[in-house]
């Protein structure tokens, strides 16, 4: 069943003090949760894959970020930049408007600043994510704490 952007009814659930809203159709049924740590940053992360010929291919990822270095959008995104391995330079970003607070969506990927010390970022593969999806899908990962 989908609504009227094309997503699914699937609820992504909820992971580090935010739920994961509507996803998309045609994203993996493979969930996987794992917690991590890079260069003072914690990470919640949530997987969505789908079984291909040769093992899994990853379709959508929501990652929560936990740092003091997350004081600003700037400062996510320098994070971001340095943990995605992006050129800063030609890395295409636009601002876009998510409830929790100021956010930057590219074509595969956007984040947003939740609060001091607190970002999100949903990073999702192009071939099966569109644009609009991409920003929904954002959109809809809020925090549980509103």
Do not use: K
């Amino acid at each position: 069943m989908t609504n009227e952007r094309g997503l699914s009814a699937r609820d992504g659930g909820e992971l580090d003090g935010f739920h994961v809203g509507e996803l998309p159709g045609g994203i993996g049924d493979a969930v996987s949760d794992f917690a991590s740590e890079w260069d003072d940053v914690s990470f919640a992360s949530r997987v969505w894959e789908r079984q291909v010929d040769d093992g899994y291919r990853v379709d959508l990822r929501v990652h929560v970020l936990r740092g003091e270095r997350l004081a600003d959008l700037d400062a996510v995104r320098e994070c971001l930049a340095d943990y995605l391995e992006r050129d800063r330079a030609t890395w295409e970003l636009a601002g876009f408007t998510h409830p929790d607070g100021p956010g930057l969506i590219g074509a595969a990927e956007a984040f947003w600043l939740a609060g001091p010390g607190v970002a999100v970022t949903v990073l999702a593969d192009p071939e099966v994510v569109d644009a609009a999806s991409l920003r929904s899908i954002a959109v809809g990962v809020v925090s549980t704490d509103r």
